[in-house]
Nanobody
Framework: QLQLVESGGGLVQPGGSLRLSCTAS????????IGWFRQAPGKEREGVSC????????NYADSVKGRFTTSRDNAKNTVYLQMTILKPEDTAVYYC???????????????WGQGTQVTVSS
């Protein structure tokens, strides 16, 4: 069974950090671009970042540039999103997705995880 599972979300205070993981089972992530997206209540899904299959290229939304970093460990079949200096406006459900081209455009991705909640609040 093909599965893409996000983990690592939770409640954190403003200024804090979290690391999200996106792990695949039933298939290998080696040849795929991985995008990170988020969706806050009442808002459209927003592309946060993407990372190429080798990890040599990354792209970030302006809202997270300099605070978030995406990386991958193909040996562990896992992609990460390190989030620092978190702000209340980062509160959302975060999703990872598998695609073939590094883009922050949701229709470019074919397969999605179920999401993990990140809440930034004091």
């Amino acid at each position: 069974q093909l599965q893409l599972v996000e983990s690592g979300g939770g409640l954190v205070q403003p200024g804090g950090s979290l690391r999200l993981s996106c792990t695949a089972s039933g298939f290998t992530l080696d040849y795929y671009v991985i995008g990170w997206f988020r969706q806050a209540p009442g808002k459209e899904r927003e592309g946060v970042s993407c990372i190429s299959d080798t990890g040599g290229f990354t792209n970030y939304a302006d809202s997270v540039k300099g605070r978030f970093t995406t990386s991958r460990d193909n040996a562990k079949n896992t992609v990460y999103l390190q989030m620092t200096i978190l702000k209340p406006e980062d509160t959302a459900v975060y999703y990872c997705a598998v695609g073939n081209g590094c883009s922050r455009y949701a229709p470019a991705y074919d397969y999605w995880g179920q999401g993990t909640q990140v809440t930034v609040s004091s």
